[in-house]
């Protein structure tokens, strides 16, 4: 069963917008201007969704001079998946399993 700390992770990879920058990390360290050319999105709201992966767990920043570099914590990520994982094995071996109607 997951615990509301997972759902939350689970909403906060509900935006497209934050699951595109996941999906971008999950490839390459960027700074916020590669992310802004690579989403489209406008600096001041890629940097809120950014806040919003740093403060869920998902990425990391690294200063690099005057630029900050994201990354992907691939630990959050893997806690999700094996999570996932249970509830394909579980339905995997409940198939069968039906409750009677009253």
Do not use: W
Request: net charge neutral.
């Amino acid at each position: 069963m997951m615990t509301s700390a997972d759902t939350d992770l689970i909403r906060v990879l509900g935006d497209p917008l934050r699951l595109r920058i996941v999906t971008l990390l999950a490839r390459e360290t960027l700074c916020t201007t590669h992310l802004v050319e690579e989403t489209g999105a406008r600096q001041t709201n890629l940097s809120n969704h950014l806040r919003v992966l740093r403060e869920a767990g998902f990425v990391e920043t690294e200063p690099c001079g005057r630029f900050t570099y994201y990354k992907l914590c691939p630990d959050v990520i893997d806690r999700l998946a094996g999570q996932f994982a249970d509830l394909a094995e579980s339905a995997r071996t409940t198939a069968g399993n039906k409750r009677a109607c009253p």
